[in-house]
């Protein structure tokens, strides 16, 4: 490592090029066939303009880290904040969609609710006995802010992640103690002390006795480090947050309103359907209460539920900037304007990420969504996500129309809500986010108000 302002000179490269590991390294590169040389992915036709969608909500979160001044060298938290956001639809669509409607007029079209919480880092410790070290400060912090009500009528997002994970099986049934000290196994034993799952809170059974949550389930505090920054945690807070935020806004949907109301309303995360890293268990449950609020409107001759996840960055985006070019015209000329694509596992493993074994499903042990590469009316492009919430769906090289639910009417808000105001730009999630995102410079600003006061 450099001394700081200390700056590479050059004077490695030379051998690092005539390295034998570099040489067989690169030797050892399979080199992806020419883009235009194979065929594209199965294109799914779709009934269009069936329904008319009156509202959108949608669900955006960001975390910013920052250093902070506790008298504690490299002390560090970080500010989370999500926003919920009901949109008008019917309303919007009047608006031009080269530019984004004034803050006045945006206030008559939308209803935000926000949800935010301090999140310690490295050598950030709280002020009771079962907060004394960074990570438990940490994991007390998630147990305390996942209490979080959107409508006090209804469940708070810890009520939710335990019902809908009632019965657990599999990985996520026993987990690492999360106790540094735990004394569950002999002294010099070789196997790492678990704990089952619980759904409330409870003691370590080891001689130690401390404090566990029902929230160390989430294991995101596998990520939280003693010695260097915690981002990779602070993230994997904000993806829980995220989906169990959605989740429970469908529960309060499919609890408190009128079937009907599902019809002309749609669901919008920013990014995939899917839980990564630890937490990733949390998926399949998730996956069955989507299911079970759709399968439960279709058995009432409703249309089912319109969730849609929108992927605005990542590699199939990439690859659709890739397969959209023409030698002769050049960019975003190849596809025709309203072409819904839909890659296979073989397809995404030869062309998009490279994995020789084509019978395991893509993304099976962490989406709870299928993606269609798709290209509006507008030329702009996007990765939607539906839930799979039947048989069709999880057949992972299905293109039939019933594995992907209410694509259609997806594919016509993509159209009908798109902007040029920013490249690929999708206006809801542009409104959440703009409700969502913390600036840089105030998300600092505000962590060090904070810990300035102690």
Not at 55 to 62: F, H, L, P, T, Y
Not at 344 to 353: L, N, P, Q, V
Not at 363 to 388: F, L, W
Request: glycine share 6%; aromatic share 8%; charged share 25%.
């Amino acid at each position: 490592m450099p001394y700081l302002n200390e700056h590479a000179t050059g004077d490695s490269l030379w051998r690092l090029e005539e390295n034998p590991s570099v040489q067989a390294f690169k030797g050892s590169i399979r080199v992806r066939s020419d883009q235009m040389t194979y065929s594209l992915p199965p294109t799914i036709k779709l009934a269009r303009r069936q329904n008319s969608i009156r509202r959108i909500i949608a669900v955006d979160g960001s975390t910013i880290t920052k250093a902070v001044q506790n008298g504690f060298p490299r002390a560090e938290a970080a500010l989370f904040n999500a926003a919920v956001i009901v949109i008008k639809v019917d309303e919007l669509a009047k608006f031009d969609r080269d530019r984004i409607p004034s803050p006045g007029q945006l206030r008559d079209l939308e209803k935000v609710e926000t949800m935010s919480a301090v999140l310690p880092g490295q050598n950030v410790v709280g002020l009771q006995p079962n907060e004394d070290t960074p990570k438990k400060f940490y994991r007390h912090t998630v147990r305390q802010e996942l209490d979080f009500r959107l409508d006090e009528s209804h469940e708070s997002l810890l009520e939710t992640f335990h019902t809908i994970t009632a019965s657990v099986t599999g990985s996520g049934q026993t987990f690492q103690c999360p106790i540094d000290e735990c004394e569950m196994e002999p002294p010099g034993s070789v196997n790492t002390p678990r704990v089952a799952r619980q759904t409330k809170d409870t003691f370590c059974p080891c001689p130690l006795k401390e404090q566990l949550y029902s929230t160390d389930s989430l294991r995101t505090h596998e990520r939280f480090h003693d010695f260097s920054s915690s981002e990779q945690a602070f993230t994997a807070f904000r993806m829980v947050a995220e989906h169990l935020l959605m989740t429970n806004i469908l529960r309060y949907f499919h609890k408190n309103l009128p079937v009907r109301y599902f019809d002309d309303t749609a669901f919008v995360i920013d990014g995939p359907l899917a839980i990564f890293g630890m937490p990733a268990w949390l998926k399949e449950h998730i996956q069955t209460e989507v299911a079970r609020i759709h399968n439960d409107l279709v058995s009432q001759d409703r249309l089912g539920l319109l969730l849609i996840g929108l992927e605005k960055t990542g590699e199939f985006i990439d690859h659709l900037e890739e397969i959209d070019w023409d030698d002769s015209v050049g960019q975003r000329q190849r596809l025709p304007n309203k072409t819904a694509l839909v890659p296979t596992t073989e397809y995404i493993y030869k062309h998009i990420i490279p994995n020789p074994n084509s019978t395991k499903p893509y993304g099976q042990a962490v989406y709870y969504g299928r993606k269609i590469m798709y290209k509006n009316s507008a030329g702009q492009h996007a990765v939607i996500m539906t839930p799979i919430v039947n048989s069709s769906g999880m057949e992972p090289n299905s293109s039939n129309a019933s594995a992907f639910p209410r694509l259609g009417d997806a594919l016509d808000i993509v159209d009908d809500l798109y902007t040029h105001l920013y490249r690929d730009g999708f206006i809801p999630l542009v409104r959440a986010n703009a409700h969502a995102a913390i600036p840089l410079r105030r998300g600092q600003g505000i962590l060090a108000e904070l810990f300035n006061d102690h």
